[in-house]
């Protein structure tokens, strides 16, 4: 349970505070609603490219990370395919100047040629370091693609090829920044030891001025239903086979989602999950294999994957996969297992209030959703789940017409003699 | 109107307040740390053990034993065990470290008597079927044909191997070591160091005096010392030569960069002063590594160093992954910074820079009771006491630009360390 209290700047900014005395800092997180799901198909990788240019001084403030190190405070950003979050944590006496630093830098960016030439080598390095020199790291510029056709999920944060990166320029992050980083598109959450009162005037302060722009709309197109079973094989230089396959499933706030993902939590959470037990415990099939929904905002896909032991083809580890997944459509599961993942989502949650930033966060996201309350029924909503609704949901997510499968192989090396 | 230009003023950054554990000896030696708290309802119950080692310093047993805790005892199956835990929404984690065995239990207080059953005996009854090893075995080989396809694993382990060759610190897992475990010496290990008087337990969280009794049943009445420990043994480290080590990998794209040395551990007067010179080195995201490599220069997405304690030994460490036609050149401006730390003396602005961001961040490591037992455990394994902190602090705070200088010639040398590349050399 986090307490909160909510209000709203003339500008459209909303802030969300919530009082936690025991803690000597303060956090202060700003969600922009904007990811890579807002990007043009030939300039993908630009929300995050972005990010990092926020780095790069902002209107009055030549250093943005060296002001705020100066006060003792720390912070991140990362980008997804709905959101861009930004955060600052700092002893709670300094909290003026992360208003100080954040409204800057919401009210302009100081546009230079020499950061954006730098933030493109760095996020062209990025993209090589996680993506590319990674055993598997192009999985999802593959997987992507098969799964998605028309929204724009079909691709990964980082961008589609380095190439796009190279590409960016000036005028689009100008326009960019004109475009979303307005106030009436963001969402900020002050968690700490701090006093409502006191960030209201803060608030007021450092952010009543801007201009409050306007909530770009977004009109994405949605993903039409998938009517044919997609398979594709790759050949790369890794060591072990491995197989992905993702269903497509319902969107963040439909109300089976929390049902999809118990069913992932059925499948593969904990030691005790179903397809570690049946196939890297008992029958030595897989080294490792795992269940997880995406958790995005959009029309989400629900990921299994996995890797054969030495001497197990992929053929045979998908139809091992497979069997299992018909068992969670053929047979109700018993409430002591539905019991089981659901504990252990209270316990999670639980886990999730110790630290003001994760607060924060969550607060935000939900924010974003429709409605902070919502977090607080969150536990809610998974203990409403009954077995029957996740029979229903695995028969309707588990079909080979709604899979996408990626057979990533082993080069092997040539001897024919 | 406000102006913008003018920074809020700076306040004096507070100190941090630690919480003393209350201290126990339960009769059979295990040494109990209490740290209550009554934020949430959730307990840590952490039992380490010092690892053991005898004969040889590889450490592939040492490994596999923690692992290896919960796959079976002689009353329940490894699927029974992991069905007991999950079933509580608990979570019973084995963690390896250099220096020690851990087996953590997080969990809500009120399923605490669900599940302490389990753990206790997990650690007194565990044993290790043949059936479970060969699974370990065969999943860990697999796991490790795919990390030693990673430039920057290979480079943190020829890192390693070159600082602390055949010992505990040095030494890997390979294909062949995995092969050569057996069960007999997993479960003499097991016998020797999974013994009270081998543990220390932390505790933290809603600890009632229910809990507390709980814990008195389970681990104190209930778990005998099996066997004597011989004293305790020191890995041997010989001289340390610097140089260079190429692994060549042609089709990368990146090449990662290992640099370091052997160095100071915690209960060194100098330590605190190094960690200062580290950061502003490579210590936080405005360091000079950072600011020269990443912000100027783009070469790569990131480079830190570090300073880390171990038992018997500490090091010095520098990591980075760039891009392969930077890798001369990276090399060349580490050891620019490097020059110049012992050189020039750093400017006011900076030490009042990295002062404040490191008290800031001493404070803000505090987020929970957890991270107090952290603090605690960071300097009782260094045979210090809490006190190190007022100590670091009033460092932290005083040090001046001479000795910052002085800390890096004595400890920071570009040409007394190892510098390892894997990739390219550019």
Sequence with gaps: MISFEKFVLDNGLKVLVHEDPLSPMACVNILYDVGARDEQEDKTGFAHLFEHLMFSGSLHIPSYDQALQRVGGENNAFTSNDITNYYITLPANNLETAFWLESDRMLSLAFHEQGLEVQRSVVIEEFKQRYLNQPYGDVWLKLRPMAYKVHPYRWATIGKEIRHIEEATLADVKAFFAKYYVPSNAIMVVAGNVELEQVKALANKWFGDIPSGEKPLRALPAEPQQQEERRESCYANVPVDSLYMAFHTVDRLHPDYQVADLITDVLSRGSSSRLYRSLVKEQHLFSEVNAYMMGSIDSNLLIVEGKPSEGVSLAEGEQAIWKELERMKNELLSDYELNKVKNKIESTMVFAELSILDKAMNLAYYELLGDAHSYNQEVNRYQQVQTADIQRVAQDIFRKENSSSLFYHKQETLSHD | M??????????????????????????????????????????????????????????????????????????????????????????????????????????????????????????????????????????????????????????????????????????????????????????????????????????????????????????????????????????????????????????????????????????????????????ILGGYFGSRLMSNIREEKGYTYSIGSAIANLNHAGFFTIATEVGVEYTENTLTEIKKEMDTLQQELVSEQELELVRNYMLGSMLGSLESVFSHVDKFKSVYFSGLTLDYYAYYTDVIKTIDAEQVRNIAQQYLGYEEMAKIIVGKQG
């Design chain 2, 2 to 279: 406000i102006n913008r230009a003018l920074a809020p003023d700076l306040q004096a950054i507070d100190e941090i307040t630690l919480q003393h554990p209350e201290q126990l000896t339960f009769a059979n030696g295990l040494k109990v740390f209490i740290f209550p708290a009554e934020e949430q309802e959730l307990i840590k119950a952490e039992f380490v053990f010092r690892n053991v080692f005898e004969g040889s310093e590889n450490p592939v047993a040492n490994v596999a034993l923690g692992n290896l805790l919960k796959e079976g005892t002689s009353k329940h199956s490894s699927a029974k065990i992991a069905e007991e835990i999950d079933y509580y929404g608990a979570y019973l984690v084995p963690e390896y470290s250099f220096d020690h065995n851990a087996l953590t239990l997080y969990t809500l207080g009120k399923h605490l008597p669900s599940v302490l059953p389990m753990m206790h005996e997990v650690l007194t009854d565990a044993i290790f079927p043949e059936r479970e090893l060969n699974t370990y075995v065969r999943n860990n080989k697999q796991s490790l044909q795919i990390s030693m396809e990673k430039s920057d694993f290979l480079a943190r382990r020829k890192f390693y191997h070159e600082l602390f060759p055949e010992t505990r610190y040095g030494i890997s897992l390979t294909q062949q070591s995995l092969d050569s475990l057996d069960r007999d010496r997993v479960m003499a290990l097991y016998q020797k160091q999974i013994q009270p008087s081998n543990a220390y337990l932390f505790l933290s969280g809603k600890v009632t005096a229910a809990d507390l009794a709980l814990f008195r049943q389970y681990f104190e009445a209930q778990w005998l010392n099996q066997i004597a420990i011989d004293g305790a043994s020191f890995p041997i480290l010989p001289s340390f030569e610097p140089g260079l080590s190429l692994i060549n990998k042609t089709e990368a794209l990146q090449s990662a960069i290992r640099i370091g040395k052997r160095s100071i551990q915690r209960a060194h007067p100098d330590y605190p002063a190094l960690q200062f010179v580290n950061t």
